[in-house]
């Protein structure tokens, strides 16, 4: 497919998942898509990078990092339920493997 075509197709393929009221993983699913190519399109024709109504960690396991002004030193990492740990760095990212090994 030359590049024209596959903008016309992801651009027709986008629409149509718009117009699905699906999620994004699950349209990729039915319509047996690649899920990264997917989220590489919308992201190169919309400038979206954001997943339509699914929570990242329950598609993938892992959760988003927001960095904030006034964090101070060190990462905080929230968990889903409410805990969230301070105060990480590369000094103790061990600890944080170790504590979330033990959920």
Same mark, same amino acid.
């Given at each position: 497919?030359?590049?024209?075509?596959?903008?016309?197709?992801?651009?027709?393929? %986008?629409?149509?998942?718009?117009? $699905?009221? %699906?999620? @994004?993983?699950?349209?990729?699913?039915?319509?047996? #898509?690649?899920?990264?190519?997917?989220?590489?399109?919308?992201?190169?024709?919309?400038? $979206?990078?954001?997943?339509?109504?699914?929570?990242?960690?329950?598609?993938?396991?892992?959760?988003?990092?927001?960095?904030?002004? @006034?964090?101070?030193?060190?990462?905080?990492?929230? %968990?889903?339920?409410?805990?969230?740990?301070?105060?990480?760095?590369?000094?103790?990212?061990? #600890? %944080?493997?170790?504590? #979330?090994?033990? #959920?």
């Amino acid at each position: 497919m030359t590049t024209p075509d596959l903008h016309q197709f992801w651009q027709e393929t %986008l629409s149509d998942w718009q117009a $699905s009221g %699906l999620s @994004d993983a699950a349209y990729c699913k039915q319509e047996s #898509l690649v899920y990264h190519r997917f989220v590489y399109w919308r992201q190169k024709l919309t400038g $979206s990078v954001e997943s339509s109504d699914e929570p990242v960690q329950a598609r993938s396991g892992f959760t988003r990092v927001t960095p904030t002004p @006034d964090a101070g030193v060190g990462l905080t990492v929230s %968990l889903p339920g409410g805990v969230s740990i301070t105060g990480l760095h590369a000094g103790n990212i061990d #600890l %944080l493997g170790a504590v #979330l090994r033990q #959920l």
